[in-house]
């Protein structure tokens, strides 16, 4: 999803691509106890895939552990990318997702986990990435999320609403410092449909790129275009189900 910022106000324009795997690996606080060798190689594969066809600017991995993270930075040798994750175990959730990213389009300045308790426990909603874009020098904040599994928590549950509207209001909140809204970008595995209650209503996300450009405080979600047919041969989750 990305919140649209007034395009009177944009000066330059520049063509950006960020990409979300959930790769499988091993989540984080997990290990697996087999050789990773074969799954190490082939996401390595995918990864390459990602930067070379898809010309992927920024990715980010989820249920992968540094451990492997750090195998995977060796298996890849990528000149010119960084490689980051934050999963320190501090007593709350862990947030198992990594990133890579072009060291001459971004510089990372921080990584926030924003973790939220409901009536069961710590919820984690995501990691705020902020970023500076190189070429314009404008900030860009990334909310990578991973949210419970449909098999663990329903589609309509309560906490599925707890972590969009905590969420939105981390968007809405992340300024520059002079209280301007900072651009913003959510990404990630939610574990739900574009048109779910709690992604429509709660989130406040819309299928309408104009509507959302017009609203400051509506999100446009381009996944919306995976319910249908794909020109490229591109599915989205409603394929499968």
Known sequence: ????????????T????????????????KDRDIDMTVHRKTIASV??????????????????NVSEFEQLSKELALDGWIFDANQNDVGGPIFDLCYIF????????????????????????????TLIEKITGE?????????????NVAPDDYRRHHLASTLRDWV????????????????????????????????????????????????YNPTWSLLVEDPRGLKGTYYYS
């Open 1 to 12: 999803m990305v919140r649209m910022n007034n395009p009177v106000e944009q000066i330059t």
């Open 14 to 29: 520049i063509a950006l691509t960020f990409a979300w795997w959930n790769t499988a690996l091993v989540p984080a606080g």
């Open 47 to 64: 990864i390459r895939t990602l930067i070379t066809d898809v010309k992927a600017d920024f990715i980010a991995l989820c249920e992968i």
């Open 102 to 129: 072009k060291a001459e389009v971004f510089e990372l300045l921080e990584i926030f986990d924003i973790t939220s308790n409901d009536y069961i426990g710590s919820a984690k909603v995501a990691q705020r990435l």
């Open 139 to 151: 900030p860009i904040s990334i909310f990578a999320s991973h949210w419970p599994s449909l098999l």
């Open 172 to 219: 809405l909140k992340t300024t520059d410092g002079s209280e301007n809204l900072i651009k913003a970008i959510m990404m990630g595995d939610y574990n739900a449909e574009p048109y779910a209650k709690h992604m429509q209503e709660h989130l406040f996300t819309s299928r309408h790129r104009e509507l959302a450009t017009k609203r400051e405080n509506m999100f």
